[in-house]
């Protein structure tokens, strides 16, 4: 922590960055070899949310991710291997042409009669509040506030430069 302190998060992270990348890609290796690659479960883009029994599986290494892996790299697992995957809120932050070459990824390693979910936020049930249900756009359960309706659609839809299409 000192270090950080003296030198900077920025600083920091740069160096120690590659060390840490190479433990989480040394660890991602190992758990895919141990793999059964026989009707998996998948979870893409956990982040910090970790499903029991399920493959979880983001790009930022933590705790709760068992296989560090870029989506643009294709999917980690055998043809036809996996039953179930499931992805929220992730494809919106793919640039197009990427998450349709993720889509086809999806089609060859789900096994015959296997379930993909993938869920995005519900850009219709902004707009049809836009015109029917203002107050649903100032409810308090939104952190961040909006001066106006359309702010609060323009921030789902951007949400900070993240999300890539809706």
Excluded at 86 to 98: G, L, M, Q, T
Excluded at 101 to 117: D, F, N, T
Aim: aromatic letters at 10%; proline letters at 5%; charged letters at 20%.
């Amino acid at each position: 922590m000192m270090g950080v302190h003296l030198i900077g998060r920025d600083a920091a992270n740069h160096l120690a960055g590659p060390v840490y990348d190479y433990f989480a890609r040394r660890r991602s290796k190992q758990y895919l070899a141990s793999l059964r690659q026989v009707d998996l479960p998948v979870h893409l883009g956990c982040g910090y949310r970790h499903l029991d029994g399920w493959v979880n599986l983001d790009m930022i290494r933590n705790p709760s991710v068992d296989v560090v892996w870029n989506l643009r790299r294709g999917l980690p697992f055998e043809d036809g291997s996996c039953a179930f995957i499931f992805s929220e809120h992730i494809v919106e932050h793919v640039a197009k042409p990427d998450a349709m070459a993720l889509c086809s990824e999806l089609l060859r390693v789900l096994k015959p009669g296997g379930v993909v979910r993938l869920s995005t936020p519900d850009a219709g049930r902004y707009l049809q509040a836009y015109v029917h249900n203002r107050d649903f756009l100032r409810h308090p359960a939104f952190q961040r506030l909006a001066k106006t309706p359309m702010d609060r659609i323009n921030m789902m839809m951007r949400q900070d430069g993240q999300h890539l299409w809706v």
